[in-house]
């Protein structure tokens, strides 16, 4: 049975750091791509993060020099570091692992963690 179980959200006054992570089970970690996705309410789902198996990331402009992704394929995690944030970054923010296999794709989610930047 696949898991990722995101942890590390919370509220944070603007200009502020919070640290996400997301805990894998039941996949080959190594050989997905990890993402960070949020979703802010009346809003759709957007990519914020994604570092594929092979260590490329990319960002959502919004995000960059704010926001790093890293991951640490011994303990199956990855991570979001979120630096100078703002009103704006207020959303529900969700893991993703996504791998290509023959004939299909693999697509796993978390249940989502949320982030609220209020003074």
């Known amino acids: 049975q696949v898991q990722l179980v995101e942890s590390g959200g919370g509220l944070v006054q603007p200009g502020g750091s919070l640290r996400l992570s997301c805990a894998a089970s039941?996949?080959?970690?190594?050989?997905?791509?990890m993402g960070w996705y949020r979703q802010a309410p009346g809003k759709q789902r957007e990519s914020v993060a994604i570092m594929s198996s092979g260590g490329t990331t990319n960002y959502a402009d919004s995000v960059k020099g704010r926001f790093t992704i890293s991951r640490d394929n011994a303990k199956n995690t990855v991570y979001l570091q979120m630096n100078s944030l703002e009103p704006e970054d207020t959303a529900v923010y969700y893991c993703?692992?996504?791998?290509?296999?023959?004939?299909?794709?693999?697509?796993?989610w978390g249940q989502g963690t949320q982030v609220t930047v209020s003074s």
């Open positions: 039941g996949i080959i970690f190594s050989m997905h791509d």
């Open positions: 993703n692992a996504y791998r290509r296999v023959f004939l299909g794709t693999h697509n796993y």
